[in-house]
């Protein structure tokens, strides 16, 4: 066999490009992504908010399928770390500016609920450069984002034209108001996990 066939135990780890890409988790990733530009479609050039909230909210409740199916069979993969976040971000942000966009829901809800997201993120980055070890999501945190995957497409849905809509519409403050409180109980909860992961980060660069 030639050498250049061969690998051993002191072969680099692999990349995130280099790694497994054509995983099932992946690809479920992949087509929420894919979901995003037909969401918009539906919302703004077919001006059917019924069909959009639909839609939103498949993607939404499919959340844990991808991350669910990686560790049940084996199928993490570097691009999966990243894409799977990624996605689950992509899929709220752009939901949420584009009903707050559509006059679908009130502009302080858009703006409460993004600032929490932003902070967070930005927040995460810093923490990053800095050195910190990687910080899991809070219980907290997986309650508002799951909340808030099902009161943003209630919203839009009560916000239609069907005979049903005022049920959503009070289903979707129903879980709006809770998530979003939730959600910046959560924030709260990463200023000490982000500084004993700052901590941390800075221990293990010094072994």
């Known amino acids: 066999m030639d050498d250049a066939d ?4 002191d072969e680099p780890p692999l ?3 280099e790694d497994r890409i054509f995983t099932v988790p992946n690809l ?3 087509l929420r992504l894919v979901c995003i530009p037909v969401f918009l479609w539906l919302l703004f050039a077919a001006d059917d908010r019924w069909a959009a909230a639909w839609l939103w ?3 939404g409740a499919t959340d844990w399928v991808d991350g669910w199916w990686a560790r049940k069979f084996d ?3 570097e691009l999966g770390k990243l894409l799977d976040p990624v996605t689950d971000r992509a899929v ?8 707050g966009i559509d006059e679908a829901v009130p502009w302080w809800l858009v ?3 993004l600032a929490r997201e932003v902070i967070v993120a930005v927040a995460g980055l810093v923490l990053q450069a800095l050195g910190a070890r990687r910080i899991d999501v809070t219980w907290w945190g997986k309650c508002a984002t799951f909340g808030l995957y099902f009161s943003f497409p209630f919203l839009l849905a009560g916000a239609s034209d069907v005979g049903v809509a005022d049920w959503f519409w009070w289903a979707g403050w129903i879980c709006a108001v809770p998530s979003l409180l939730y959600s910046y109980l959560s924030a709260a909860q990463y200023i000490p996990l982000g500084l ?3 901590r941390s980060g800075r221990v293990d660069k010094r072994r």
């Open 75 to 77: 199928a993490v993969s």
């Open 196 to 198: 004993e992961a700052l």
């Open 15 to 17: 990349g995130v490009f």
């Open 57 to 59: 909210g498949a993607v």
């Open 6 to 9: 061969q690998t051993g135990p």
């Open 28 to 30: 479920i990733s992949l």
């Open 92 to 99: 709220l942000i752009v939901g949420i500016a584009a009903v």
């Open 111 to 113: 703006v409460l609920t």
